[in-house]
């Protein structure tokens, strides 16, 4: 393709006829002065110079030459690239899997710690927090996100809700508003239930963020009042999928945890706190009142209690405000008030120290836990890119050799050097492009890939990194930083070839041959230690990653994990008391028991390995005077290790005649047995746990996992579910002949017939 043809070409003639006209001149001189016809047209042309110089320096005159050379460049560049199909696809190949790894982390890089809110003027937000020495004491109850720093010290969002109060009438915010997580609800939409996760939020949330509906309202102070007619908020996902469409859910009735509320509004599409914390609903936070289960059973608790600390407060700026001037003028108020709650000489010995943090990126608890695997994933792909680079860099040094005669042909016609080398770092590009455009592809496989590596298997993970402009922009960029980087050097030691030698094809001894040899050789040995490195640091983080892997699967959960289907329900979320929510569980689990190919069925309030954990301090042991450390438990439905196939070491296990049985009964693990009875036979032996006494030991159970892999197992009580004590959600175990997901359907038909009520969550 040329550049306006027709005017080019009438300009290469007229160029043409000038020079042979300023030629025919100069020689006619020539001739006049006596010399030769031939030797006058032979110095004519000495004394004109170089004829296509000429031309190509007239022509820069023109403009639009670069274009016509790029043109030039990409045509050569593309045929040569064809003549070497397998060079082609070596470097291709390789450059699509560095490029495509390096595009993918970059996308959820990009959507976890790069985005801002998706709301108008984020840079004036801030996140209200505080930092203390240690776990202070003045907190009696909390509820949220904290993290120990990396050098010590604790770190908190959670504040009072009268601090809240309190921070909402200082003079340096324009606005502030507070939520808090409610955790996940049962609704009931037209006889449909479902799970949501939900947060409780202010009246000025909404306000507070300047978010506009995607249809109705948004929930407002009016909304957020004690005995205020109870509305809720939908996200415009759970919109569509309970009413077809967000304009349809204003004014709709819907059932959470039993209790009616109308649909004001919904939040618009984009709308999120967290990269991966989308929520389905939003309810105001007067609105937990109505929830008995919530907060401990003590719904009001967390606004009369100046100790409890549950609300996440974050604040817009008032214009011409900066962070550090509005931290100054919060700090002395929250100060006071902390101190005045705190009643002893220990509570008052390390206060909460209040702080602003940036709120442009939301929340940033999601953040903190995938940053460094995000930054480690990041560097790796960097060194598996630039071991490809250096690989492509050799290839073409060792292509630079046998291309030696073109180039020396090339230069000897008058090309510049800076024009071959142009030439050589199109072609370098055009191998990046390629692998460019192939490694977005393998980067939309991958980001699928990492989406479900971080998702866990957690069916309600909203975390969804996208290919979208900027982090095509990205890949783009990578792509042409990455052709110059592995052509550059070898389009330098190219040109730097002896022209006689190279057009004879032998060898020579010339000092820009040594220089061009000298030049390839070191260049070519450097690239080559610095792959050796790469590799070798490549292969020792995946040692130590296999490693890690190797630990982690050598762990002995202490039951059988094979053929093991586990479901969660919550029949106290669909209205039932706690006396209808035995009944209800020990039904199902009968049911449950006659599905064909489920060898056994058994239930627990939660799940081992990571399902959650329940401890507490308060207890006694007759006759231990040691450490005393924290007791976990769980409590388990008759069956369970049988199920579990976890074995009994002394003793026996749980049974039906423990659910009405006159005392109460527990199996321990072996580490509460080594710990407590170190040498001596725990069963029959009793000991005290809160209001609960006189809790006879029955058995000793093999150590399984509690809490997570990483964790050490604790001293753990296996309680009876309904002995003595309220029921919330139920996890229940089976035990399959074959393969357990095949038991999926079956299990969400039966717990429908038992109450379409209930929702299967987690299976």
């Given at each position: 393709?040329?550049w306006?043809?027709?005017?080019?070409?009438?300009?290469d003639?007229d160029?043409?006829?000038?020079?042979?006209?300023?030629?025919a001149?100069?020689?006619?001189?020539?001739?006049?002065?006596?010399?030769?016809?031939?030797?006058?047209?032979r110095?004519?042309?000495?004394?004109?110079?170089n004829?296509?110089?000429?031309?190509?320096?007239?022509?820069?005159?023109?403009?639009?030459?670069?274009l016509?050379?790029?043109?030039?460049?990409?045509?050569?560049?593309?045929?040569?690239?064809?003549?070497?199909?397998?060079?082609?696809?070596?470097?291709?190949?390789?450059?699509?899997?560095?490029?495509?790894?390096?595009?993918?982390?970059?996308?959820?890089?990009?959507?976890?710690?790069?985005?801002?809110?998706?709301?108008?003027?984020?840079?004036?937000?801030?996140?209200?927090?505080?930092?203390?020495?240690?776990?202070?004491?003045?907190?009696?109850?909390?509820?949220?996100?904290?993290?120990?720093?990396?050098?010590?010290g604790?770190?908190?969002?959670?504040?009072?809700?009268?601090?809240?109060?309190?921070?909402?009438?200082?003079?340096?915010?324009?606005?502030?508003?507070?939520?808090?997580?409610?955790?996940q609800?049962?609704v009931?939409?037209?006889?449909?239930?479902?799970?949501?996760?939900?947060?409780?939020?202010?009246?000025?949330?909404?306000?507070?963020?300047g978010i506009?509906p995607?249809?109705?309202?948004?929930?407002?102070?009016?909304?957020?009042?004690?005995?205020?007619?109870?509305?809720?908020?939908?996200s415009?996902?759970s919109?569509?999928?309970?009413?077809?469409?967000?304009?349809k859910?204003p004014?709709?009735?819907?059932?959470?945890?039993?209790?009616?509320?109308?649909?004001?509004?919904?939040?618009?599409?984009?709308?999120?706190?967290?990269?991966?914390?989308?929520?389905?609903?939003?309810?105001?936070?007067?609105?937990?009142?109505?929830?008995?289960?919530?907060f401990?059973?003590?719904p009001q608790?967390?606004?009369?209690?100046?100790?409890?600390?549950?609300?996440?407060?974050m604040?817009?700026?008032?214009?011409?405000?900066?962070?550090?001037?509005?931290?100054?003028?919060?700090i002395?108020?929250?100060?006071?008030?902390?101190?005045?709650?705190?009643?002893?000489?220990?509570?008052?010995?390390?206060l909460?120290?209040?702080?602003?943090?940036?709120?442009?990126?939301?929340?940033?608890?999601?953040?903190?836990?995938?940053?460094?695997?995000?930054?480690?994933?990041?560097?790796m792909?960097?060194?598996?890119?630039?071991?490809?680079?250096?690989?492509?860099a050799?290839?073409?040094?060792?292509?630079?050799?046998?291309?030696?005669?073109?180039?020396?042909?090339?230069?000897?016609?008058?090309?510049?050097r800076?024009?071959?080398?142009?030439?050589?770092?199109?072609?370098?590009?055009?191998?990046?492009?390629?692998?460019?455009?192939?490694?977005?592809?393998?980067?939309?496989?991958?980001?699928?890939?990492?989406?479900?590596?971080?998702?866990?298997?957690?069916e309600?993970?909203?975390?969804?990194?996208?290919?979208?402009?900027?982090?095509?922009?990205?890949?783009?960029?990578?792509?042409?930083?990455?052709?110059?980087?592995?052509?550059?050097?070898p389009?330098?030691?190219?040109?730097?070839?002896?022209?006689?030698?190279?057009?004879?094809?032998?060898?020579?001894g010339?000092?820009?041959?040594?220089?061009?040899?000298w030049?390839?050789?070191?260049?070519?040995?450097?690239?080559?230690?610095?792959?050796?490195?790469?590799a070798l640091?490549?292969?020792?983080?995946?040692?130590?990653?296999?490693?890690?892997?190797?630990?982690?699967?050598?762990?002995?959960?202490?039951?059988?994990?094979?053929?093991?289907?586990?479901?969660?329900?919550?029949?106290?979320?669909?209205?039932?008391s706690?006396?209808?929510?035995?009944?209800?569980y020990d039904?199902?689990?009968?049911?449950?028991?006659?599905i064909?190919?489920?060898?056994?069925?058994?239930?627990?309030?939660?799940a081992?390995?990571?399902?959650?954990?329940?401890?507490?301090?308060?207890?006694?042991?007759?006759?231990?005077?040691g450490?005393?450390?924290?007791?976990s438990?769980?409590?388990?439905?008759?069956?369970?290790f049988?199920?579990?196939?976890?074995p009994?070491l002394?003793?026996?296990?749980?049974?039906?005649?423990?659910?009405?049985?006159?005392?109460?009964?527990?199996?321990?693990?072996?580490?509460?047995?080594?710990?407590?009875?170190?040498?001596?036979?725990?069963?029959?032996?009793?000991?005290?746990?809160?209001?609960?006494?006189?809790?006879?030991?029955?058995?000793?159970?093999?150590?399984?996992?509690?809490?997570?892999?990483?964790?050490?197992?604790?001293?753990?009580?296996?309680f009876?579910?309904?002995?003595?004590?309220?029921?919330?959600q139920?996890?229940?175990?089976?035990?399959?002949?074959?393969?357990?997901?095949?038991?999926?359907?079956?299990?969400?038909?039966?717990?429908?017939?038992?109450?379409?009520?209930?929702?299967?969550?987690?299976?």
């Amino acid at each position: 393709m040329r550049w306006f043809p027709w005017p080019r070409k009438r300009r290469d003639r007229d160029l043409d006829d000038e020079i042979a006209f300023d030629l025919a001149a100069e020689a006619d001189q020539h001739r006049r002065a006596g010399m030769s016809g031939e030797e006058a047209e032979r110095r004519s042309r000495r004394d004109f110079g170089n004829v296509l110089l000429t031309k190509e320096a007239t022509r820069e005159t023109w403009g639009f030459a670069w274009l016509e050379r790029l043109a030039q460049d990409l045509r050569y560049g593309l045929r040569l690239l064809g003549r070497n199909p397998g060079f082609t696809a070596i470097a291709v190949v390789s450059l699509a899997l560095g490029i495509g790894a390096n595009t993918a982390i970059y996308s959820f890089m990009d959507a976890i710690l790069l985005r801002s809110l998706p709301v108008p003027d984020p840079q004036s937000l801030v996140v209200v927090q505080w930092r203390t020495k240690a776990w202070p004491e003045v907190v009696h109850a909390f509820t949220g996100n904290g993290y120990l720093g990396p050098k010590g010290g604790y770190t908190g969002y959670p504040v009072p809700y009268r601090a809240y109060e309190l921070l909402a009438g200082s003079p340096a915010f324009s606005r502030t508003f507070a939520f808090t997580s409610a955790g996940q609800f049962t609704v009931q939409v037209r006889g449909q239930a479902d799970v949501a996760w939900a947060d409780y939020v202010s009246g000025t949330f909404f306000d507070g963020l300047g978010i506009t509906p995607a249809a109705g309202r948004l929930i407002d102070d009016g909304d957020d009042q004690p005995g205020a007619p109870p509305v809720a908020v939908l996200s415009y996902r759970s919109a569509e999928r309970h009413f077809g469409e967000a304009a349809k859910a204003p004014g709709q009735t819907v059932l959470i945890d039993n209790q009616v509320f109308v649909v004001a509004g919904v939040a618009p599409p984009e709308f999120r706190m967290n990269p991966g914390g989308a929520r389905d609903v939003f309810l105001p936070l007067h609105a937990s009142l109505l929830f008995e289960s919530g907060f401990g059973g003590k719904p009001q608790e967390p606004f009369a209690n100046p100790n409890y600390y549950w609300l996440q407060v974050m604040a817009r700026l008032r214009p011409g405000t900066a962070r550090r001037q509005a931290e100054a003028a919060v700090i002395p108020l929250f100060h006071n008030f902390v101190e005045s709650t705190a009643a002893t000489a220990k509570e008052r010995g390390d206060l909460p120290a209040l702080f602003l943090a940036d709120g442009a990126g939301g929340l940033d608890s999601m953040r903190r836990y995938y940053s460094q695997p995000l930054y480690v994933l990041m560097a790796m792909s960097g060194l598996i890119l630039a071991l490809a680079c250096a690989n492509i860099a050799n290839l073409l040094l060792a292509r630079a050799t046998a291309r030696r005669r073109e180039m020396a042909v090339r230069l000897s016609v008058g090309a510049g050097r800076a024009r071959v080398v142009r030439q050589l770092l199109t072609e370098s590009v055009l191998l990046s492009s390629a692998g460019g455009l192939a490694g977005i592809v393998f980067a939309y496989w991958g980001i699928r890939a990492l989406t479900l590596l971080l998702s866990g298997g957690n069916e309600d993970f909203t975390l969804h990194a996208t290919l979208n402009w900027h982090v095509l922009a990205m890949a783009i960029g990578l792509s042409l930083a990455t052709g110059l980087l592995f052509g550059l050097a070898p389009a330098l030691a190219a040109t730097r070839v002896d022209l006689i030698a190279a057009l004879k094809q032998v060898r020579s001894g010339g000092q820009r041959l040594r220089l061009g040899r000298w030049l390839r050789v070191n260049l070519g040995q450097a690239l080559i230690v610095s792959q050796m490195a790469m590799a070798l640091l490549l292969v020792v983080a995946g040692g130590l990653f296999l490693h890690t892997l190797a630990n982690l699967h050598a762990v002995q959960l202490g039951f059988n994990q094979e053929h093991l289907l586990l479901f969660t329900v919550n029949a106290k979320q669909a209205g039932y008391s706690n006396d209808e929510a035995k009944r209800f569980y020990d039904d199902l689990e009968t049911r449950l028991q006659a599905i064909p190919g489920v060898r056994a069925a058994s239930a627990s309030n939660f799940a081992l390995v990571g399902g959650g954990m329940s401890s507490a301090d308060s207890y006694n042991i007759p006759g231990y005077s040691g450490k005393r450390p924290s007791l976990s438990f769980l409590n388990v439905a008759p069956g369970f290790f049988s199920t579990m196939q976890i074995p009994i070491l002394l003793g026996r296990e749980i049974e039906a005649r423990d659910l009405h049985s006159p005392s109460p009964v527990a199996v321990v693990n072996e580490v509460f047995a080594q710990t407590f009875f170190a040498g001596q036979n725990p069963v029959g032996r009793t000991f005290d746990q809160g209001k609960t006494k006189n809790i006879e030991i029955v058995g000793v159970a093999k150590n399984a996992v509690y809490n997570g892999l990483k964790f050490a197992i604790p001293p753990l009580v296996y309680f009876c579910y309904g002995e003595r004590s309220s029921v919330g959600q139920m996890t229940y175990e089976l035990r399959a002949a074959g393969d357990p997901l095949g038991l999926a359907a079956s299990v969400r038909q039966i717990v429908h017939q038992a109450d379409s009520r209930i929702p299967v969550r987690n299976i």
